[in-house]
T-cell receptor
Framework: DTGVSQNPRHKITKRGQNVTFRCDPI?????LYWYRQTLGQGPEFLTY????????KSRLLSDRFSAERPKGSFSTLEIQRTEQGDSAMYLC???????????????FGAGSRLTVL | GNSVTQMEGPVTLSEEAFLTINCTYT??????LFWYVQYPGEGLQLLLK?????DKGSNKGFEATYRKETTSFHLEKGSVQVSDSAVYFC?????????????FGRGTSLIVHP
């Protein structure tokens, strides 16, 4: 297994355009998380999936953001009508939920950096 | 809600110096606590963890003890190396409305000089 893979690594777009990021988790992991990280800050939770079900979304996730995980495998995060404030690193992480969710260790991808001009 | 507070960086040390990075938390219930490290150009990776009070997590010479009475999980290393230069994130995983959502601190940058 090559770990968590994210694409593209860097996306530059103009304000108002739509962008989509893809995350391929570790194959046996049933949980998948999306976080956003800005300069000098820690990762901020956006949403997570247990298999294909989206179980929780942060209040940070406006209506312009949507995430999917069809068939419980890879996931996509789409941002519609991008704004300059959306510029950030978008991190994907996965974990294996063995029933002790609090002790789950996340494996992160290297992130997808979004720059909105 | 759940939150993590870390000391601000950057922390700048000479090689072989002693390292402490402070971390305190606020959480409902009994959280699990973690330290993640991010090396330049790489994703965050787990450094160590502790899942109950008085547990000590350790890895690569780093240690942290889960102190429930002071709600702290300070990271320590007795002798740092240049290769330890990275950003360190303290994190907790605690129930929030029934789900365990990992919550991260803002990170502390460590710079080690030869």
């Amino acid at each position: 297994d090559t770990g968590v893979s994210q694409n593209p690594r860097h996306k530059i777009t103009k304000r108002g355009q739509n962008v989509t990021f893809r995350c391929d988790p570790i194959s046996e992991h049933n949980r998948l998380y999306w976080y956003r990280q800005t300069l000098g800050q820690g990762p901020e939770f956006l949403t997570y999936f247990q298999n294909e079900a989206q179980l929780e979304k942060s209040r940070l996730l406006s209506d312009r953001f949507s995430a999917e995980r069809p068939k419980g495998s890879f996931s996509t995060l789409e941002i519609q009508r991008t704004e300059q404030g959306d510029s950030a690193m978008y991190l994907c992480a996965s974990s294996l939920d063995r029933g002790r969710s609090g002790a789950n260790v996340l494996t992160f991808g290297a992130g997808s950096r979004l720059t909105v001009l | 809600g759940n939150s993590v507070t870390q000391m601000e960086g950057p922390v700048t040390l000479s090689e072989e110096a002693f390292l402490t990075i402070n971390c305190t938390y606020t959480a409902t219930g009994y959280p699990s606590l973690f330290w993640y490290v991010q090396y330049p150009g790489e994703g965050l990776q787990l450094l160590l963890k502790a899942t109950k009070a008085d547990d000590k997590g350790s890895n690569k010479g780093f240690e942290a003890t889960y102190r429930k009475e002071t709600t702290s999980f300070h990271l320590e290393k007795g002798s740092v190396q240049v290769s330890d230069s990275a950003v360190y994130f303290c994190a907790l995983s605690a129930t929030s409305g029934g789900s365990y959502i990992p919550t991260f601190g803002r990170g502390t940058s460590l710079i080690v000089h030869p």
